[in-house]
């Protein structure tokens, strides 16, 4: 199984960016899709999932300005970053798992970061 994760680079403050999240080895259809921030020296945190069904589930930090979605025939997931503010600059992993969960410890595969860099 493999995850490839796209889409970061350098944005301004209110800006937006996508990422992208591309599966293989495994239809993506029966998987949740956890997003994953990483800031240097701080702890990696839970962004969004969405699940095998499209629920989504979001941290209050992104709440209202990341989206994240998926699509089956793509094997893909996105995340739309809206709104974008300095703190948001972190790398950003995609993961799979059966189900969403906050914990990166509960997620099977995990992609290459991406990297976002937001500026003031």
């Known amino acids: 199984v493999q995850l490839q994760a796209s889409g970061g680079g350098l944005a301004e403050s209110g800006g937006t960016l996508k990422l992208s999240c591309v599966v293989s080895?495994?239809?993506?259809?029966?998987?949740?899709v956890g997003w994953f921030r990483q800031a240097p020296g701080k702890e990696r945190e839970a962004v969004g999932c969405i699940r095998d069904d499209g629920t989504t589930h979001y941290s209050d930090p992104v709440k209202g300005r990341f989206t994240v979605s998926r699509d089956n025939a793509k094997n893909t997931a996105y995340l739309q970053m809206d709104s974008l503010k300095p703190e948001d600059t972190a790398d950003y992993y995609c993961a799979t798992n059966s189900i969403c969960a906050p914990q990166a410890g509960a997620y099977d595969y995990w992609g290459r970061g991406t990297q976002v860099t937001v500026s003031s």
């Open positions: 080895g495994l239809s993506l259809k029966f998987y949740a």
